[in-house]
């Protein structure tokens, strides 16, 4: 290949990929979905039935998230404002802390789904559902009792539990954390880049309930790419909240749980209600209890 011929080749590539990156990040904010992760918190705190089997554990999570906190901050803050400070000067003082709130969140996470939080989250994303007229759609993952004015109630999964842990998106989260060493901008690009690989994850039980294989996925993130983005990255700046991530990982959840809903009232073959009405649900307690 000449000279001229390679670099029309990377000219091609270069523009090619900055307006695809143009497109996603405009969907990103234009779309809304990244409101979803935030209107998951009041539509949590608002509904008692899906707080109350999770405040034991969400109380464990907070102590457990200061814990961490305090001891991240005791023994790795100053070592890495002392390395930041050859790279940021004065601003590593700033600089070093979303760095260790992103080692704080992988710390926090892995202990809260491993010892705390179970299957909270997918318990979460179906009651919601439920809640917003789209039984059927949860009753091809679980059993769901009740009916008329009696609360319905959250069975046992029908369906392989999704993993806890979603490694791919753990190990990404980690080795993009010295991003953070670059103050400001190479946050948001750790925040963005984060959010626009894991942002599709936080369906993966609206995928399954759909019973979508690899190839339906893939073409239904293809279609939403920079909604996901959004909806990502959003969550990604929550994880950063200092105690409180553990609840917002579970108003995250929520919120996901909201957009398929609303996905579902505009085009699903389900046939739910575009209105119907909440109605309560009670999800299992942490550990199996209902």
Request: aromatic residues 10%; charged residues 15%.
């Amino acid at each position: 290949m000449s000279g001229g011929s390679l670099s029309s080749s990377v000219a091609e590539s270069v523009q090619r990929q900055i307006g695809h990156a143009t497109a996603v990040a405009a969907e990103a904010v234009t779309s809304g979905a990244w409101a979803y992760p935030l209107l998951g918190i009041p539509y949590l705190l608002s509904h008692p039935s899906l707080v109350r089997p999770i405040l034991p554990a969400l109380f464990k999570g907070v102590v457990l998230s200061i814990a961490v906190l305090v001891a991240l901050f005791f023994f790795a803050y100053l070592p890495q404002v002392a390395v930041l400070a050859f790279v940021s000067g004065p601003l590593a003082f700033v600089a070093a802390v979303p760095l260790v709130l992103g080692e704080a969140y992988v710390v926090i996470n892995f202990l809260a789904r491993s010892f705390l939080f179970d299957t909270v989250g997918t318990d979460l994303f179906d009651a919601v559902l439920v809640q917003k007229g789209h039984l059927t759609l949860v009753e091809k993952g679980r059993q769901v009792t009740g009916s008329g004015a009696a609360p319905q109630r959250l069975g046992r999964l029908i369906t392989k539990p999704l993993s806890r842990f979603n490694v791919d998106n753990v190990v990404r989260y980690i080795l993009t954390l010295p991003l953070n060493l670059i103050p400001v901008v190479g946050t948001a690009f750790f925040l963005i880049f984060n959010g626009y690989k894991s942002g599709p994850s936080y369906h993966a039980r609206y995928f399954q309930l759909k019973g979508y294989d690899k190839s339906r996925r893939a073409a239904a993130t293809a279609r939403r790419r920079g909604a996901y983005t959004g909806f990502g990255s959003m969550a990604a700046i929550l994880n950063l909240v200092p105690v409180v991530s553990v609840l917002f990982n579970c108003t995250t959840s929520v919120g996901a749980a909201l957009w398929a809903a609303d996905l579902e009232s505009k085009g699903s073959s389900e046939g739910a209600k575009k209105d119907a009405k909440d109605v309560e649900v009670t999800i299992p307690r942490p550990g199996g209890e209902l």
